[in-house]
């Protein structure tokens, strides 16, 4: 059975910051892992994604602040989250697409598992 189970969410003031952990388990492979966001009324968000060849991508409105890594030893994915603003408030996803090998780890694909997410308050 696989799972994944986000923390290190929490509050912080503007300019503080946060490193989320996505704990993954019961998995053989996973080629793509993502973080998703979503704010109070408004469509989750895709903000970054890291591919089983560690390449990355981000959302613009994160780039240069936030970075997404994994440790494959630990089964683990992390998202740091630097300079937050008060706009990153939201509930933070981790998903993963179950599969050996994927070419396509973006966002806007299908994921196959989620977390069910923690809170990041970014007072300012």
């Known amino acids: 059975q696989v799972r994944l189970v986000e923390s290190g969410g929490g509050s912080v003031q503007s300019g503080g910051s946060l490193k989320l952990s996505c704990a993954a388990s019961g998995y053989t492979y996973r080629s793509c892992m993502g973080w998703f966001r979503q704010a109070p009324g408004k469509e989750r968000e895709g903000v970054a994604v890291i591919g089983s060849d560690g390449s990355t991508r981000y959302a613009d409105s994160v780039k240069g602040r936030f970075t997404i890594s994994q440790d494959n030893a630990k089964n683990t994915l992390y998202l740091q989250m630097n300079s937050l603003k008060p706009e990153d408030t939201a509930i933070y996803s981790c998903?993963?697409?179950?599969?050996?090998?994927?070419?396509?780890?973006?966002?806007?694909?299908?994921?196959?598992?989620w977390g069910q997410g923690t809170q990041v308050t970014v007072s300012s």
């Open positions: 998903a993963a697409v179950r599969a050996w090998y994927t070419s396509i780890c973006r966002t806007d694909r299908t994921f196959d598992d």
